[in-house]
């Protein structure tokens, strides 16, 4: 008999508890969620892999931060590069 699914395999993305980082919505390029992401304006420009908070999957994020400082976060699938 094997355990339910439910909730397994999906590492508990790190709650990062900083109330200075600013979030940004993206929409996961998998499940179509809208998630919420903080973002560490003070590194600029960056590029790095989240795991989708629904479905677990790897969404590539690109951070950019525009001439207002207001940081813009672009998700697409790791596989489309
Ligand atoms: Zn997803």
């Known amino acids: 008999m094997r355990a339910a699914a439910a909730g397994v395999g999906c590492p508990a993305t790190t709650s990062r508890n900083n109330a200075m980082l600013p979030s940004a919505d ?17 590194a600029g420009d960056q590029q790095y892999i989240e795991d989708c908070q629904v479905c677990c999957s790897p969404i590539n994020i690109a951070v950019r931060i525009d001439e207002d400082g207001v940081a813009q976060a672009v998700a697409s699938a790791e596989n489309e590069a």
Not at 28 to 41: A, K, Q
Request: glycine fraction near 6%; hydrophobic fraction near 35%; aromatic fraction near 12%.
């Open 26 to 42: 993206i929409q996961c390029p998998y499940c179509g969620e809208w998630i919420e992401i903080l973002i560490d304006d003070s």
